[in-house]
């Protein structure tokens, strides 16, 4: 994605978004306040443009459309991770194994990077402790969950979906 | 056809309610603050995702189940971004995690 | 049936609070006033049902995101000792 070239359109995505938040949340349609809040949207959007808060790492639009693709599958391991880290629960013998992981995410930029840690973190049983490019560190419940980061199919799937724009 | 969504949205209410509960069990049960954080993530993510959406079932295509959504994709993206948080604090204050030792489950009880 | 939702989430509750009582870190008190915010988020959104007034869910919207900002505050407090350090920064941006 060219930063340059896409600046306003990117812009006028963020409006757009900020507008549809309003209108949504608002629920009411009478002209006064569709007029306020496109002015508020507006007003939004150009002040966190001179804030400089506004770029596509912010408002990743570009995303939009492989995020669709990653997002049920991380909810299908969300769910089977839930159910495991349930069962430690309600074992009565607890069986935990909690264990640091250290390993090299294979992304490239700080988005890619946030989102394969935050999905980690999200994944009941993981969570990442230390989050740099050069290293990830993990801790987890149980030995196994442990050993499913590292070179695992969710890094495959997020360096797909940043380089995806 | 309604009785069907109905009986569907009680079962993921319930299902969520019953994770929650598990969750919170969890931090009271969990050996140190590391693993009670995993029990935590269980309430943030699959309990109040499947409450949630009990709840977009019952109230059908409205604006009420678009602010369900806001609510999902609010707990969706700063659950993990406040657990990081809270472990890296953690060890930046020098809380060192219980680890496991030699081969197997530890065995705690 | 939103009833027994409600039950579910304050049983939680209590539980969470018990933890919050117990400590022993102030990082699982932390951790704890969290999940007690996630927890009463979706209790206000279930009374939001119970009682057949939507606009609880505003209130569950706004309890949330008041709920990040004093888990960051707070961390950032005993991280720190000082809301206004800028924090560790110095490597991403130029």
Known sequence: ??????????????????????????????????????GSALCVALLARRMAIVDPEGHPIHLA??????????????????????????DPRLPISPVLVRFKPSQASQLGLVTHANSITLTPGTITVEASPREFLVHALTRAAGETVVGSEMDRRVSRLEGSD | MNTVVDILSWGFLL??????????????RMPDFYTRMHAAGVTDTLGAGLMLFGMMLQAGLSLVTVKLIMIGLLIFFTSPSATHALARAARARGLQPLLATGKGPSKRS | MFAGAAAALLVALVLAL?????????????????TVGTLAMLLLAVIGFLTGRPDFLDLALVYGLLNVLGTFAVLKFFRYGDLGDPGEDEEHHT
Request: net charge positive; hydrophobic share 60%.
């Open chain 1, 1 to 38: 994605m060219s930063r340059g070239g896409n600046r306003v359109a990117h812009l006028a995505s963020v409006c757009i978004t900020l507008y549809a938040f309003w209108l949504l949340l608002s629920g009411y349609f009478e002209p006064f306040l569709l007029a306020a809040g496109a």
């Open chain 1, 65 to 90: 459309l492989a995020v669709l693709a990653y997002w049920p599958w991380l909810f299908k391991e969300i769910a089977k991770a839930g159910w495991d880290v349930s069962r430690i629960i309600l």
């Open chain 2, 15 to 28: 299902a969520g309610g019953a994770f929650c509960a598990i969750g919170a069990l969890g931090l009271v």
């Open chain 3, 18 to 34: 018990a933890r919050a009582v117990l400590g022993p870190t102030v990082f699982d008190r932390v951790q704890a006033a969290n």
